[in-house]
């Protein structure tokens, strides 16, 4: 079993930068590809953008692509979401996942952290 703690979210204003974690425990975190996921009230979860095991390979949706940047610190067990000129339509609950499989699909992950609290004000 794999544990995920996801710490860092919170209020920030519109162009802000903030940076979000995800903290491991449990099983080999060093094997696992990591994503992040978002959902917005009265949404569906949404794809973010995910990191292979190594931190070789990193897909991001391109509702974020160029301000958002993954990345991941195997010796911390730690997952990192770098968010810079954050928008109001970036607010949502953010979701770290882990999984063997790396991609874009929320089926390719099998554990889940808590989520937490991003909201952008305008």
């Known amino acids: 079993q794999v544990q995920l703690v996801e710490s860092g979210g919170g209020l920030v204003q519109a162009g802000d930068s903030l940076r979000v974690s995800c903290a491991a425990s449990?099983?080999?975190?060093?094997?696992?590809?990591m994503g992040w996921f978002r959902q917005a009230a009265g949404t569906e979860r949404a794809f973010v953008v995910a990191?292979?095991?190594?931190?070789?390979?990193?897909y991001y949706a391109d509702s974020v692509k160029g301000r958002f940047t993954i990345s991941r610190d195997n010796a911390k067990n730690t997952v990192y979401l770098q968010m810079n000129s954050l928008k109001p339509e970036d607010t949502a609950v953010y979701y770290c996942?882990?999984?063997?499989?790396?991609?874009?699909?929320?089926?390719?992950?099998?554990?889940w952290g808590q989520g937490i609290q991003v909201t952008v004000s305008s």
């Open positions: 990191i292979s095991w190594n931190g070789d390979r990193t």
């Open positions: 449990g099983r080999s975190f060093s094997r696992l590809n």
């Open positions: 996942a882990g999984g063997e499989r790396f991609g874009d699909r929320r089926s390719y992950y099998n554990y």
